[in-house]
Structures are given as structure tokens and as C-alpha cells.
């Protein structure tokens, strides 16, 4: 919706309500929640503000997320300073003024037109309550004329004749009127294609215009979505119900992209080595900044998910037919020393590695045990006595025992060191690029390694911090401390994964090249 209104030259925000009880998406597992995404201004949130700034591309900040846990935090510490002396606090008004508050701040920061505010959670689960009613009242707050109401339902398919059920979208409907809301536009999902009727019927029984009932059958990638929803008349309906008029929309440059995803002219292989390999919303941002990547050189990228856990007693097996290998980001002692193996392998074989966050600490433990000497290297998350902690806490992060928000968080500004690959990569001097992690490259190591050949080519000034690291005789080894990922857009890919895609694609040109040299060897 975001990008088909933005397409027409209206202005946009986005917001998401997660109405679970934790304060931020930071201490979840991605096992429940996938990965978390974090915004420039370094607030930890659900992966769908992501999924908002890839397909609208624009920076959301901290106020474009809120959740029951934040809420009622803000609402407990205005009663415990008094604001509300005399009065009983209570779920209405005080809990749904305060989300009220959130939504305007965001129409008041963005100054946008229109504001898109997601509720998280199924109609009916009861977290969700108090913001279904905070938006109803928004109803009469800002008239009705200004508020629109989306439900996006699912239609399940019945295995045994193929049937799509509407009842459950009858039901939540029903649901949502208890709760005083009356949609005006249905969004069916379903994950193939709708019968003649199925439309009609949801009209007939939600009352809802036909026209309003729009069909959202799996598409072969998401961003074609919004093109999708466009044909289907949903700007349209928008603009009408707000009174907007603008221009016609100009969705090119998205179609572009999205030719380019769903035909590529050829497919590299890429090995994604992670923990959560069953799991890739965990590594959400990853794998979209390597789409986006692949549609600008145009080839599809097959990425192989490899579980770390099977790396550990050697790569050959799994790595073996890839032609890059990237490392993301991850916390805990488990599959560490399979990606240590990992870097090696692309060391060793000078097969493109990009890594992000932890996957720089992994390049980094790998060289000074391999190539500096330094035994039994690794990081104090690790091994808090190992002799050689070349990854290390800061002496600041020693003293913080809370779990919640105490990384070092959000974009900070890096130094690019002029004629390495990442100063190539990017063309620019100085980049500002998003963290999520609590132990650093140690400072007291840097000679060591950079005297055998390991060149960190971006720095954070003023505190001296090596942000980037990357390998003098290997055709393309680079990793980061921050996570690039985040900020990679359809439109615009990140320099980084771009030129890594550059070597990889290089390198698989080059295999392909050498293949029937070798054939003809044999013969
Ligand atoms: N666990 C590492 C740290 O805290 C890496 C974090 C990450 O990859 N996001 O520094």
C-alpha cells in the first residue's frame, strides 16, 4: 500500500503495533520472530519494519514501532510521577491515549500525508484489544474521512477437494464489528489462485464492495505485491476514500526490479552459513540485500543454506560448489567454531566471503589462529579465558548487566581507508551503518594481524574501532562489524553486496570457463 501511494507522489509513513508484552524485539528468539531489524536511530524492532523501509525506501525511526510492553511502561512511569493524580488509570483512556499519541507522533514527525499502521497478531487475540479500540476511536478523533480500515484475511485451502474457505474471513469480520470496526477494504490471502465467486461471496456476507475485496495469491516474490494490489485497484480506492488527488502512478523502476528477481539471465550459488538454517526469516535482511544485489547484475542467487553445525570438522563437503560464502550476524557458542571453519575454507580457496557482524569476528578468529600463530584465538563471548581474546568487550560494555537495549545500537559513522575493496565497494569516503553487537575487534591485537596481511579498511574515528576488515591477497574477503543488510533497498542494492555479488559472479564465470578446459585434459 506504502509503495503503490508512494508511487503517486504521496507522501508516506509506516508504523508497526506489536501488542506482546516485551518492551522490544531485541531479547526474542528468531526461532518465534525471525531476525531483528534494527533502524538507524538504533531501536530493535520486528523484522516487518524492514520488509517497510525495503519496499517504501525511507529510514523509519524508533516511533515507528511500539509495543504493549512500551505502552504501558510509558503509561506506569506518567502514574508514578503524578500526571494523573486524582484519577483512576485505566485501559481506556489512558492505555489507548497513549497509543493514540504514538500513531500521531509519527504523522507529526514524517509531516506525511498518510500514515500506514499495521497491527500485529490475529483479530481476536487479547494483547490486540486495546489498539483495535484505539483505532476505532481514531475514527472520530480525525473523522471519519481520514481513516481507513484494511483487514488482511487468510483463506485456507482444503487438501481434500481444493476448496477455499471463507469462514474464517466471515468470522473475524464478525469479530471485528463486535469490537466496532467495519472494514472498507478485505485483503484475501490465499496461496493459489481464487475461484470465480469467492469475491462476491465475501462481499455478499461482510459487506464490503465487491471492488473492495481484493484477492493476494502467493506472488513469486514479494515485491511484486504492490504491482499486484495497484492492478487491482487498491491506490485508486485509497485516494478516493481520502480525497487525495496526485499524480498517475509511476511504478517502473519497481517493475524493473522485479523483472529483473523473476527472470534473471543466469544463477550464482551463494552459501549462507547460519544457525538457523531451518528458519530463514532469521536472516531476512541477508538474503533480500542479496536479491536486490543479484537483480542490479542481473542473476538470481541461489543461496544454500548451510547449517553451521556441520561445518565443524571441515567446509569441503557443503562448501564445495559454492562461489561465495557469506557469514551473518548471531549470538551464543553454538555453531561458532563451524563458521571458523567456514572463513578458512574461503581463505583457503579464495572464495568470495562477505561477513556481517559475527562473521567478521569468525574471519578475524580464523586468521590469527591460522595465519598470525596466536593458539586457541577466539572471543570472550567464546571462551572468556582463551589467550588470546582478539574479540573482545570494551571496557565501557564490562560494567552493563541489563540484557535489554545495551548493545551498541544503531548507525554510527565509518571511515573508509582509501584503495581497499570496501572504499572501492562503496566510492565514498565515509558511510554511516547500523550495529547490533556487544564485543569489538581488540585494539591490542591489530599489529599482529595486520603485519600478516589482514587490513582493516573502515574505522570509527574518534573512538579508533575497526568496523571493517578485509584480506590483502584473496580476490574478495571483506566483513563488517555493523550490518549492512539493513540498509539494502530493491532499488538500491548495497554497495557491499553489490561488490561482493561482483566476485562471485566473477568467479563462477571463471569455474565455468575452466570446466571444459579440464574436461578436454581428461579426454
Ligand atoms: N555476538 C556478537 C556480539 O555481540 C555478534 C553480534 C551480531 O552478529 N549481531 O558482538
Redesign the pocket.
Known amino acids: 500500500m506504502a509503495r503503490i501511494l508512494k508511487s503517486r507522489g504521496v507522501s508516506i509513513s509506516m508504523q508497526k503495533l506489536d501488542p506482546y508484552l516485551n518492551v522490544d524485539a531485541g531479547t526474542m528468539s528468531p526461532y518465534q520472530h525471525g531476525e531483528v531489524f534494527v533502524t538507524e536511530d538504533g531501536s530493535e524492532t520486528d523484522l516487518d519494519l524492514g520488509h517497510y523501509e525495503r519496499f517504501v525506501d525511507q529510514n523509519l525511526t524508533s516511533s515507528s514501532y511500539a509495543t504493549t510492553g512500551q505502552v504501558y511502561s510509558a503509561v506506569i512511569a506518567s502514574e508514578r510521577r503524578g500526571d494523573y493524580l486524582g484519577s483512576t488509570v485505566q485501559i481506556i483512556p489512558h492505555i489507548t491515549d497513549e497509543i493514540k499519541r504514538r500513531v500521531h507522533q509519527v504523522a507529526h514527525e514524517s509531516k506525511a500525508e498518510v500514515v500506514i499502521v499495521e497491527v500485529g497478531g490475529t483479530i481476536g487475540d487479547i494483547e490486540g484489544l486495546p489498539f483495535i479500540e484505539a483505532l476505532r476511536q481514531m475514527r472520530s478523533d480525525v473523522g471519519r474521512q481520514n481513516v481507513l480500515y484494511a483487514h488482511v484475511t487468510l483463506l485456507p485451502r482444503l487438501g481434500v477437494t481444493g476448496e477455499l474457505k471463507t469462514k474464517p474471513t466471515q468470522h473475524s469480520v464478525k469479530e471485528l464489528r463486535g469490537m466496532g470496526l467495519q472494514p472498507d477494504l478485505i485483503l484475501l490471502r490465499a496461496d493459489s489462485f481464487l475461484a470465480d465467486g469467492i469475491r462476491a461471496k465475501v462481499s455478499l456476507f461482510c459487506d464490503v464492495d465487491e471492488s473492495a475485496v481484493v484477492p493476494l495469491v502467493s506472488a513469486q516474490t514479494m515485491y511484486e505485491v504492490p504491482l499486484i494490489m495497484e492492478e487491482a485497484g487498491v491506490g485508486e480506492l485509497i485516494m478516493e476514500k481520502f480525497g487525495l488527488t496526485a499524480n498517475a502512478p509511476d511504478l517502473e523502476e519497481w517493475r524493473h526490479v522485479v523483472e529483473r528477481i523473476k527472470h534473471p539471465a543466469r544463477q550464482v550459488k551463494v552459501a549462507l552459513v547460519g544457525k538457523y538454517v531451518e528458519l530463514v526469516d532469521a536472516y531476512m535482511s541477508v538474503r533480500e540485500a542479496l536479491y536486490h544485489a543479484g537483480a542490479y547484475h542481473d542473476v538470481g542467487v541461489d543461496i544454500k543454506w548451510v547449517e553451521s553445525d556441520l561445518l565443524q570438522s571441515g567446509a569441503e563437503d557443503q562448501l564445495a560448489g559454492v562461489d561465495g560464502i557469506v557469514v551473518?550476524?548471531?549470538?551464543?557458542y553454538r555453531g561458532i567454531e563451524g563458521k571458523i571453519q567456514a572463513a578458512k575454507y574461503a581463505r583457503e580457496h579464495g572464495v568470495p566471503y562477505l561477513g556481517?557482524?559475527?562473521?567478521l569476528?569468525m574471519m578475524v578468529i580464523e586468521f590469527a589462529r591460522s595465519v598470525a600463530g596466536l593458539k586457541g584465538a577466539n572471543?570472550t563471548?567464546f571462551d572468556a579465558h582463551t589467550p588470546h581474546p582478539v574479540?573482545d568487550l570494551l571496557p565501557e560494555q564490562r560494567q552493563v548487566f541489563d540484557k535489554g537495549g545495551t548493545?551498541?545500537l544503531g548507525s554510527y559513522p565509518c571511515q573508509l581507508v582509501p584503495g581497499s575493496r570496501a572504499a572501492e565497494a562503496y566510492g565514498q569516503e565515509v558511510v554511516h551503518e547500523r550495529?547490533?553487537?556487544?564485543?569489538?575487534f581488540n585494539d591490542l591485537y591489530r599489529k599482529a594481524l595486520t603485519s600478516k596481511g589482514l587490513i582493516p579498511s573502515g574505522i570509527l574515528e574518534d573512538e579508533d574501532l575497526v568496523e571493517i576488515v578485509e584480506l590483502q591477497d584473496h580476490p574478495w574477503m571483506v566483513a563488517t562489524?555493523f550490518?549492512p543488510e539493513f540498509k539494502s533497498r530493491p532499488n538500491r542494492p548495497h554497495p557491499l553486496f553489490r561488490g561482493f555479488l561482483s566476485a562471485v559472479i566473477k568467479r563462477s564465470e571463471e569455474r565455468a570457463a575452466s570446466v571444459p578446459l579440464q574436461k578436454e585434459r581428461v579426454a
Open positions: 551473518p550476524g548471531g549470538f551464543g556481517l557482524c559475527l562473521g569476528q572471543s563471548e574479540i548493545m551498541r550495529h547490533r553487537h556487544r564485543f569489538e562489524q550490518h
